[in-house]
């Protein structure tokens, strides 16, 4: 079983960038498709962006297209989401996830197929 941590959140203003990772432990992020997702008040969870076990293939929301990029370091047992060009929209819970799977290149942005969630990390951007 693995538990996942993220860290990197904070406050930003409207057009900074942010880091947040995610470190794995108990488990081995190579055998997973890794996702983000995130949680605005009163709002229900909402898909991120996805990278596959093999790290050749990303998928990203519409909203954050272009501004955010989602890598990998097995090394490391780390995944890591690179945000630039914040907006205020963007403020949230930015949870990681990881999804056991054989399959190198799959990648499901539907949150009820990640087995493990972290506990969360606080983004906040100001306009």
């Known amino acids: 079983q693995v538990q996942l941590v993220e860290s990197g959140g904070g406050l930003v203003q409207a057009g900074d960038s942010l880091r947040l990772s995610c470190a794995a432990s108990g488990g081995t992020v190579s055998r997973c498709t890794m996702g983000w997702f995130r949680q605005a008040p009163g709002k229900e969870r909402e898909f991120v962006g996805t990278?596959?076990?093999?790290?050749?293939?990303?998928y990203y929301s519409d909203s954050v297209k272009g501004r955010f990029t989602i890598s990998r370091d097995n090394a490391k047992n780390s995944v890591y989401l690179q945000m630039n060009s914040l907006k205020p929209e963007d403020t949230a819970v930015y949870y990681c996830?990881?999804?056991?799977?054989?399959?190198?290149?799959?990648?499901?942005?539907?949150?009820?197929?990640?087995?493990?969630w972290g506990q969360g990390t606080q983004v906040t951007v100001s306009s």
């Open positions: 990278i596959t076990r093999s790290g050749d293939n990303t």
């Open positions: 996830a990881a999804y056991y799977t054989s399959n190198l290149n799959y990648a499901p942005m539907d949150r009820a197929k990640y087995d493990y």
